[in-house]
């Protein structure tokens, strides 16, 4: 990935990724000649790419949705979860 520093890019820019930060917004569009680009934070970037890699495996997608629809109150705490690893 190509990384590009305040210094190469203009005020409007530089002012609306300011900007993200303030408004909760997650990405800007910058549309070059029909050409669409979409600038996301560093750390969404990375927690799209994580999501995508554990979607990937489709037994893996298996096992987070049905730990999704587990209810809460049915949940092992961590420390429990320690505790039978112990014994």
């Known amino acids: 990935m190509k990384t590009v520093t305040a210094k190469q890019l203009n005020q409007d820019v530089i002012e609306t ?3 993200l930060d303030k408004t909760g917004e997650i ?6 000649h029909g050409h669409k680009f979409v600038v996301l934070k560093e ?6 790419r994580e999501t995508a890699y554990l979607l990937s495996s489709s037994k ?3 096992i987070l949705q049905k730990s999704l629809e587990e209810p ?10 320690l505790r039978e690893l112990d014994s």
């Open 43 to 48: 750390e969404d970037y990375k927690g799209w």
């Open 27 to 32: 990405a800007i569009l910058i549309d070059i």
């Open 60 to 62: 893996n997608s298996e």
């Open 17 to 19: 990724l300011n900007e």
């Open 72 to 81: 809460l109150d049915k949940c092992k705490d961590f420390k429990d979860v």
